[in-house]
């Protein structure tokens, strides 16, 4: 009787541990790891540019864990936030099939947002307040505005908070850094309208009416390339009027260049979701290059 039980027992661990591994494995994708850890690289090397060399392991690590936190926080909120319309369009995320409570994705939205802001206290109220923006602008979307034809806004935001976070962090900001809103803005546009587009039809049908559904898919195409390539053009401009390090601009600028050719190029060649993925992979790192060739350029 006792060997019986032993027995059960035994032949139950393999099934409990498999299912820890799928909670853990479903907890790692409803923080969204491919945009989280992209913001997480481009920190550190935004922070290497703002120190003129790489920071101590301490601020590095403290910048780099409060920034995973801030993305983990926006990921998991976004699960939550669509939990009902991806039971409709994407069956497989980790709510709809049930390896997390909805009320668990909440609670690790709360805890990874309270763990941002108190990794931001030990840089100061500067860095509280504007990682704070960036924070806002994601929950911002997750809520509410990615339904509305106000879904870039966010992006617009987000995007030129990231850099001023990590230079007030170091206090090493420059008045110099408020020329990223004029041309970091059309690059978010490009950046938030590629994300949508590859659910674009699915999300529509359940509802959605951000910018991108709204206006249609070829329409949004154009917007997303046009105004990524006017964001490179503007930023080149700005060399006339700013005291740019020319090679170091170059360097982003470059390769941010052929990244927007070949995402177009890819679409061109073969028009399907796929290559919309790929070229949402392709604009967000462009985007990083020519961001970071920018602010070597100017700082």
């Not at 540019?49 to 780099?64: E, H, Q």
Request: some cysteine.
């Amino acid at each position: 009787m006792v060997y019986d039980r032993r027995m059960r027992a035994d032949a139950t661990l393999p099934r409990t541990r498999s299912i820890r591994i799928r909670r853990l494995l479903a907890t790692a994708r409803v923080i969204h790891p491919f945009p989280t850890m992209l913001n997480v690289v481009a920190t550190a090397v935004l922070a290497s540019i703002a120190n003129g060399g790489v920071p101590s392991a301490s601020v590095l690590v403290r910048l780099a864990t409060a920034m995973f936190c801030a993305q983990a926080a926006i990921g998991a909120a976004n699960d939550y936030c669509d939990r009902d319309l991806d039971a409709l369009t994407k069956p497989n995320k980790p709510i709809v099939r049930g390896l997390i409570d909805p009320a668990r994705a909440l609670a690790l939205a709360g805890m990874f947002a309270i763990a941002a802001g108190a990794l931001a206290a030990t840089f100061g109220p500067l860095s509280i307040a504007a990682g704070a923006a960036g924070l806002a602008a994601g929950l911002a979307y997750d809520v509410r505005l990615k339904r509305s034809v106000l879904s870039p806004l966010p992006f617009m935001v987000a995007l030129p908070a990231l850099p001023i976070w990590v230079w007030l962090s170091l206090h090493r900001f420059d008045a110099v850094l408020w020329w990223l809103v004029a041309f970091s803005p059309l690059a978010a546009l490009a950046v938030h309208l590629s994300n949508t587009l590859p659910d674009l039809e699915s999300d529509r049908r359940a509802g959605v009416r951000g910018l991108a559904h709204t206006i249609g898919l070829v329409p949004s195409l154009v917007v997303a390339w046009g105004s990524f390539a006017a964001a490179i053009a503007l930023a080149f401009a700005l060399g006339a009027y700013l005291d740019y390090g020319w090679p170091l601009f170059l360097l982003g600028a470059v390769p941010s260049t052929a990244l927007l050719a070949t995402a177009i190029g890819a679409y061109m060649q073969q028009p399907n979701a796929s290559r919309l993925q790929i070229g949402f992979g392709l604009i967000g790192i462009a985007t990083a290059c020519l961001a970071a060739g920018w602010l070597a350029a100017v700082t």
